[in-house]
């Protein structure tokens, strides 16, 4: 149960700090965004990308939240948490390849 916790731990940390520093980013492309017309173009998929690091970060919080109080519902949010991950590097992987 350890490797669980310490992995579900890092998939949440990972998409929180990820969606935070992506919103950053996307908040200074908004600034600058006359500047340069390729800011213009870049923007909503980089929009879509805090997205899916959001929604990474919750559902590890979702998926956390009931180990850390031993609730009955640790293996359907664990599984929750693994089929997002997979949809959201599926979608990661695509939105960049595009």
């Known amino acids: 149960m350890t490797f669980l916790r310490w992995w579900t731990v890092a998939l949440m940390l990972f998409g929180g700090v990820m969606a935070l ?7 200074l492309y ?4 006359d500047s340069a017309p390729e800011l213009r173009e870049q923007l909503p998929l980089l929009v879509k990308l805090v997205g899916l690091f959001t929604t990474l970060g ?11 109080r031993n609730n009955r519902w640790v293996w359907p949010t664990q599984l929750l948490l693994g089929v997002g991950a997979v949809v959201i590097t599926m979608t990661f992987w695509r939105l960049l390849s595009t």
Do not use: E, S
């Open 30 to 33: 908004y600034i600058y965004i």
């Open 21 to 27: 520093v992506m919103g950053v980013v996307c908040f």
């Open 58 to 68: 919750l559902l590890g919080l979702a998926a956390f939240i009931p180990m850390r």
